[in-house]
């Protein structure tokens, strides 16, 4: 099963990522008004035209929003592709919702995590505020949330009742880690921290003081002051809340003068005072990490990773047929699940009626 972020939500006129786990194409499916168009039916549960419609538009979005620069033609082309397997999405997310109800799986302490991780990712102080730029969208705060729920039932019953059954030994292990040498080959990187103080509008007397103050800086951490903690408590950048935490680079990635400096530096060691075009820095090497293949223990997780997602795809599909098989599906003439036009899951003549 396919799983994306979704839900593209304007908020302060600017486009920002909701990322909610769940299928692509996938849609609250409220229980239909009186008279509205079904396009098929899953059991006790209806996917109606609105839902479609809605999913189509979202499909359209994500195809816009993942090849920003892409010619209309090529769009329109990724879209009918994708467009072919959206309602066997639907169903599938139906299924595996219903499913989740049978088997009493509760998530709602994680939809209000996940709502949370939301919230802080758009920078938003408050749910309440999240609510208003989910609203202003067009989307409803319920349906939202059970969008989100949804996902995450999902997720938990593949967990439970797929992913328990996959195993990965210590020779698949290793035999991924030496047939792809070139996913694990990096180059050389440094990984650094920094005090860094502000010489924007100082005059040349204001200049001079920043430098001492640097440089004192400096002269406490070489005395033994923890690096880390003097970043906290007088860098101005803003790594500090981070105890000046800048990241990891492989050379030509910073200006090419700290670029010089740091790669002839070994882990552990000081720069002496660098003034940039903004202020002074100092920077710490935490690690200097050379060029080559990383070893097998470094990367065992990152492995076992890939070959449990590679794994997986085959069994969700395969635990999709099984409950597909205990349904009751009927999509109405005119449209299309892509699960029975490829000859699979192709339900039993006693089920083929409304």
Known sequence: MKYRNLALVSISGALVLLAALIPAGAHAQAKPATGAEVVARVNNDVITLVDYQKAEQQLRDEVAHDCADCPPEKLETQFKEQQRDLLRGMIDQSLMVQRAKDM???????????????????GLATLEDLQKG???????????????????????????????????????????YEAHPQEFTLPERVVLSEISLSTEGKSPEELAAVRNK????????????????????????????????????????????????????SKGQISDVIQTRTGFEILKVEDHLQAGLQSLEKVEPDIRNIIHAQKMQPLIRDYLAELREQSNIIVQPGYSDSALLSGANVPSPDKSHL
């Open 104 to 122: 009493g799986v509760n998530v709602e302490s994680d939809v209000t995590k996940r709502l949370n991780e939301v919230r802080q990712q758009n």
């Open 134 to 176: 989910v609203e202003a969208s067009g989307l409803t705060w319920e349906d939202y949330k059970t969008t989100i729920r949804n996902g995450l039932l999902q997720k938990e019953v593949v967990r439970r009742e797929v992913g328990s059954h996959v195993d990965i030994s210590t020779d698949e292990v290793k035999q991924y």
């Open 214 to 265: 640097a440089e004192g800086l400096r002269t406490s951490v070489l005395n033994g002051d923890n690096f880390n903690q003097v970043a906290s408590l007088y860098s101005e950048g803003s790594t500090a809340k981070d105890g000046g935490a800048l990241g990891t680079f492989k050379k030509g990635e910073l200006a090419p003068q700290l670029d010089a400096i740091v790669f002839q530096m």
